[in-house]
């Protein structure tokens, strides 16, 4: 471990006349510099390296590449970042529940190593396998993703995004993006292709439940949007899964209590693909309906853990400052604009 005293001693050696630390001229001598101060790098223990301009990584870390201050930001429970439309938006947004890909690289940032094996069974159009792409460019390194999709429409959108986002890429002289592999079916039965303890971090957004009533739900809403005191009910149509399971007429309808048991008894599957160090990390958005709040992500996070060998470790909540505000309620009754979504981070339950 670095010496404090130490560092502080060699920190003193570039002051400026007025006393005050002088970094260019400690970065002239080759001196590695963090928030100005002199790393004295003789002095870090075995295990710890210094990354130029990231700081000190420990060897020991089994989670992810991140050094001790990257780490600290990426612990922070909220992840308050409004992702401006990119990577082929225009496409992508064709599905309604797709998520922005450098949203899905700082995750697999936070939850997986250079090299890892990244899967999301519930796919759409990609935004994990391209995040996982960007990580090659813009992050530690390329992590190897498997997505599966029942939607042959999503795979294609994902197929083109690809496409168009490398010929832009090569006009620009930026490498290419690393082609994933996005498998068709239903991921019930393409899990079993997966070796256990195969993959590093299983990142995944759920499609939602009851979704004839959402679309009903939709429909009554459009009619009475412009009368806004009688608005009692709000599900965001940016924060749902919706359009996937529109264009999914196989899509069966359920109950909640069905889609939690489906959603628990997929993910106890999903479960033995994880290697024992890895994460489980799954996008969940809260909505209201009938006059109630549906805490879907407290729901989903107890059905999982009382099914599947994950403990969840976190919560973390996506706020998009971005997002555009809505007069819900006015002036009868409080109703949340939803901003944020759900990322609940599960790690596998150790034999010990
Ligand atoms: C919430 S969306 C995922 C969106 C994705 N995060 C993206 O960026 O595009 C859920 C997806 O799961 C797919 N899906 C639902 N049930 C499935 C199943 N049993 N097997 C495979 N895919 C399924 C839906 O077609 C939908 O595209």
Known sequence: MADDGDAHRQSRLFTDEDGEFDADRAREESLPVEDGEVVDTDQLADHQRYVEGRGIYDERNRVNDLTGKEWKYATKSVIPEGYPPAVQHDLRSEHGGQKPPRLCAELIGRFSKAGDTVLDPFAGVGGTLLGASFCEHEGTGLREAIGFERNARWIEIYETVLQRENAARRDRGDPPLAAQELRHGDCAELIADVPDDSVDLLLT??????????????????????????????IDEEECADSDEEADDTAPTQT?????????????????????????????????????????????????????????????????????????????????????????????????
């Open 205 to 234: 957004d759920v499609p939602y439940w009851h979704m004839d009533e959402l679309e009903q739900t939709r429909n009554e809403r459009a009619t009475r949007e412009s009368k806004l005191g009688a608005f009692d009910e709000h």
């Open 256 to 352: 909640k209590a069905e889609w939690l048991a489906d959603m628990a008894g997929k993910f106890d599957r999903f479960a033995d693909a994880v290697a024992p160090d890895g994460h489980v990390v799954v996008f969940i958005g809260d909505m209201y309906r009938e006059q109630s709040y549906e805490f879907l992500s407290a729901d989903l996070a107890r059905a999982i853990e009382s099914t599947a060998p994950l403990t969840l470790a976190a919560n973390l909540i996506w706020y998009d400052p971005t997002k555009d505000l809505h007069v819900y309620g006015y002036p009868f009754s409080f109703v949340p604009s939803m901003v944020h979504q759900n990322v609940l981070v599960f790690r596998l339950e150790s034999d010990e």
